[in-house]
T-cell receptor, first 114, second 110 residues
Framework: DVKVTQSSRYLVKRTGEKVFLECVQDMDHENMFWYRQDPGLGLRLIYFSYDVKMKEKGDIPEGYSVSREKKERFSLILESASTNQTSMYLC?????????????FGEGSRLTVL | KNEVEQSPQNLTAQEGEFITINCSYSVGISALHWLQQHPGGGIVSLFMLSSGKKKHGRLIATINIQEKHSSLHITASHPRDSAVYICAVKGGTSYGKLTFGQGTILTVHP
C-alpha cells in the first residue's frame, strides 16, 4: 500500500522556535508538495519539489523554507515560528509533475504556535 | 471571487439519499481532482478527471469542460461518507499547482 508519512501529527511550539516538519513517501515519486490548510481559506501551496535538491515557491512561501536531500523525503522548515503559522500542514506526492495523475496525501501535521 | 467555487458549503442528508456536490471553475483546466478529507485531517484522492465521467463503487464524478463544471455524486449515502469533499483544478499552464475549492462538509445521518 502506497504511503506518505508525516513525522508528527500534533506539535506545539513557542514563537521564535525553529520547526521541522518531515514528510516521507515510499512510492519513488519525484514530485512532492507542502500545503497548509486553514478554515475558510482551503488548501494553499507553500512549496513543491520536482526532483532532489529542486524546489519551487508556491503561493505562500514567506516564512518557510524546504529541503529535499533525498528523493523520498521533503522537509518543511519554519525558521522562526510565529502565531500566524498555526495551521494544519499537509504533505503530498505525485508521480506525474503536471498533476494529471493521482495525488497522495499524508495524514497532516497540526501545528500550534504559542 | 475564488477561481474554484463549490456548492453547497454544507450538506446534511439521511442515510440512503442520493447526494450531489458541485464544482465550478473560471479558468481553463487540464485536470480536475475530487478529494475526500475525514475528520482528523488525512486526504484521499477520489477521482482525477480531464473529460467525461468516472465511477468507483457508489461514487460518480462528471465534468463538462465547456461549462467549466464538475459534479460528484454519491448514491445510497452512508454515515461513513460523512467527510469534507474538495474539488481542485490544475490550470493548463500552472506547473505543479492546483487551485482548491473551499470544500463541502457532508454529514450523513443514520
Amino acid at each position: 500500500d502506497v504511503k506518505v508519512t508525516q513525522s508528527s501529527r500534533y506539535l506545539v511550539k513557542r514563537t521564535g522556535e525553529k520547526v521541522f516538519l518531515e514528510c516521507v513517501q515510499d512510492m519513488d515519486h519525484e514530485n512532492m508538495f507542502w500545503y497548509r490548510q486553514d478554515p475558510g481559506l482551503g488548501l494553499r501551496l507553500i512549496y513543491f519539489s520536482y526532483d532532489v535538491k529542486m524546489k519551487e515557491k508556491g503561493d505562500i512561501p514567506e516564512g518557510y523554507s524546504v529541503s529535499r536531500e533525498k528523493k523520498e523525503r521533503f522537509s518543511l522548515i519554519l525558521e522562526s515560528a510565529s502565531t500566524n503559522q498555526t495551521s494544519m500542514y499537509l504533505c503530498a506526492s505525485s508521480l506525474v509533475a503536471d498533476l494529471s495523475g493521482e495525488l497522495f496525501f499524508g495524514e497532516g501535521s497540526r501545528l500550534t504556535v504559542l | 471571487k475564488n477561481e474554484v467555487e463549490q456548492s453547497p458549503q454544507n450538506l446534511t442528508a439521511q442515510e440512503g439519499e442520493f447526494i450531489t456536490i458541485n464544482c465550478s471553475y473560471s479558468v481553463g483546466i487540464s485536470a480536475l481532482h475530487w478529494l475526500q478529507q475525514h475528520p482528523g485531517g488525512g486526504i484521499v484522492s477520489l477521482f482525477m478527471l480531464s473529460s467525461g465521467k468516472k465511477k468507483h463503487g457508489r461514487l460518480i464524478a462528471t465534468i463538462n469542460i465547456q461549462e467549466k463544471h464538475s459534479s460528484l455524486h454519491i448514491t445510497a449515502s452512508h454515515p461513513r461518507d460523512s467527510a469534507v469533499y474538495i474539488c481542485a483544478v490544475k490550470g493548463g499552464t500552472s506547473y505543479g499547482k492546483l487551485t482548491f475549492g473551499q470544500g463541502t462538509i457532508l454529514t450523513v445521518h443514520p
